[in-house]
């Protein structure tokens, strides 16, 4: 399994400019959620999905869309980027259910620069 | 979700144990203890988790005090390698809509010295 991938690694956006954070995982979860992470901070929750079709916010939803039309993709879109949106973003997913122990397990990160 | 309090820092000598502890009293009864570690800017690894009983796996124990007020996460023999943010969260439920979702709070940072 490659587990949760994310791309791109590295990404730089002009202040305005859109794009769409990608993340897959192949270990058939239902659950799969976002974060991002300021320097020297914790991570924060954007938001998650507990299910194809179902999305909810997290703790720091502005700015942010997401839709989950498969089980293995939760794409993050920014519509309009802010350099307040410079961070690390982090997609996580987790598996529910008989035999599963609720861990979940993150993608290396994707790093945007928004200037 | 119920809120946690770590120490902000930590240091430990190599080969000792890391004694790492957590604080949350408000932790309701179907919430969780989980422990995650972040090494540098990777993403978070989980370590362990337990809701009432100690557990022991092989990266760590677990201790969660009899009131469920406060635990302890226990690295036996600290390596260079555990140097890392170590975070303690308690989220709801198994099965419940919530169970997706990670409350980080600031975690400690556990410097393992030779």
């Known amino acids: 399994n490659a587990g949760v991938t994310q791309t791109p690694k590295f990404q730089v956006l002009k202040t305005g400019q859109s794009m769409t954070l990608q993340c897959a995982q192949d270990?058939?979860?239902?659950?799969m959620s976002w974060y991002r992470q300021d320097p020297g901070m914790g991570l924060r929750l954007i938001h998650y999905s507990v299910g194809a079709g179902i999305t909810d916010q997290g703790e720091v939803p502005n700015g942010y869309n997401v839709s989950r039309s498969t089980t293995e993709d939760f794409p993050l879109r920014l519509l309009s980027a802010a350099p307040s949106q410079t961070s690390v973003y982090f997609c996580?997913?987790?598996?529910?259910?008989?035999?599963?122990?609720?861990?979940?397990?993150f993608g290396p990160g994707t790093r945007l620069t928004v200037t | 979700d119920a809120k946690t309090t770590q120490p902000p820092s930590m240091d430990c000598a190599e080969g000792r144990a890391a004694n790492l502890p957590c604080n949350h009293s408000t932790i309701s009864g179907n919430e969780y203890v989980y422990w995650y570690r972040q090494i540098h800017s990777q993403g978070p690894q989980y370590i362990i988790h337990g809701l009432k009983n100690n557990e022991t796996n092989e990266m760590a124990s677990l201790i969660i005090t009899e009131d469920r007020k406060s635990s302890t996460l226990i690295l036996p023999h600290a390596t260079l390698r555990d140097t890392a943010v170590y975070y303690c969260i308690v989220r709801a439920d198994h099965g419940s809509s919530n169970t997706g979702k990670l409350i980080f709070g600031q975690g400690t940072t556990l410097q393992v010295k030779p």
């Open positions: 270990m058939n979860h239902e659950y």
């Open positions: 996580a997913s987790m598996g529910a259910g008989l035999g599963q122990n609720y861990e979940q397990y």
